[in-house]
């Protein structure tokens, strides 16, 4: 990976960190979850929209369908919905800890699934991974309990969705799944653009802006320059960017909304992350 990859990589995590900045602001502001994401999902079905019809000419819609409207729900609607609610009590470095969990559920899903997918290295990350949210989110834990659980459930629905894509046959293209899904989850949670129709007349000029920067840019443009990474320097080398992303949250976090990161906090974060390590590991050949 060169420097220019490495930069946008760290862009990407960047982009991505402050979806749950933008996701606490719009809190703050006093905006209802379910109010936020079909809004964040109209703006980057929008954005997207262009860049699918494009890859509609060359690809069918038939073959890919079942795969996009599953993608739609698992990968965007759900997810992003789950961390809409977790966000009225949790701050941003904590959601993007949170999410961090995601290669480790993959991985307790993969080994699961596939038993020669198994190996004591990932399977001493999901241990290390799950002490660390233990830490984080049990008993005795810093996070509230309800809004943690809700994240663990939606970083489980995007590793699903992740072993999913990973076992789709090659006639299948991910991207144009990946840009298809965006517009189907503006399509399921459209009906909360009518629900909150008046209240969407009310919202603030900088609440406005807040959601156009999450649906178009921490969204739809953080996928588009992804994409086009992970072909530059392939799926292991992108993978990185599940280290990158807590980083940039909780420090933008700090930065913008005072958020303090406690002694137990740390020390939690430092073990998901070593999880996340050890269950990226890949098994010798």
């Not at 480790?104 to 190996?119: G, H, P």
């Not at 090659?170 to 298809?180: E, K, T």
Request: positive net charge.
């Amino acid at each position: 990976m060169n420097v220019r990859d490495f930069l946008t990589l760290l862009l990407v995590s960047l982009f991505w960190g402050g979806s749950f900045l933008f996701l606490r602001l719009l809190v703050i502001e006093g905006m209802e979850p379910l109010q936020i994401v079909s809004l964040r999902m109209l703006f980057a079905a929008i954005f997207i929209a262009p860049f699918f019809l494009v890859k509609l000419k060359k690809l069918s819609f038939h073959e890919h369908r079942f795969s996009i409207f599953l993608i739609g729900l698992l990968n965007t609607a759900l997810p992003f919905s789950l961390f809409a609610y977790a966000s009225v009590n949790l701050g941003a470095g904590s959601l993007s800890v949170l999410q961090a969990t995601v290669p480790i559920l993959t991985a307790l899903l993969l080994f699961t699934l596939y038993r020669d997918e198994f190996s004591y290295m990932k399977l001493l990350g999901v241990l290390i991974g799950f002490s660390g949210l233990f830490l984080l989110a049990g008993p005795s834990g810093e996070l509230d309990l309800i809004s943690s659980i809700l994240c663990v459930i939606a970083s489980m629905s995007y590793a699903i969705s992740g072993v999913y894509l990973a076992n789709t046959p090659s006639s299948i293209n991910n991207s144009f799944i990946g840009m298809g899904s965006l517009i189907v989850g503006a399509v399921i949670l459209s009906p909360f653009l009518f629900f909150y129709g008046k209240a969407n007349l009310s919202i603030s000029s900088i609440s406005w802006l807040y959601i156009a920067i999450l649906g178009i840019i921490n969204t739809s443009l953080a996928y588009v320059i992804f994409i086009k990474l992970i072909k530059r320097i392939g799926s292991l080398n992108a993978s990185f960017v599940t280290y990158l992303v807590p980083v940039s949250s909780i420090s933008l976090g700090i930065l913008i909304l005072d958020e303090v990161f406690t002694l137990d906090m740390v020390i939690g974060s430092s073990l998901i992350f070593l999880g996340v390590f050890f269950s990226n590991k890949q098994k010798p050949n």
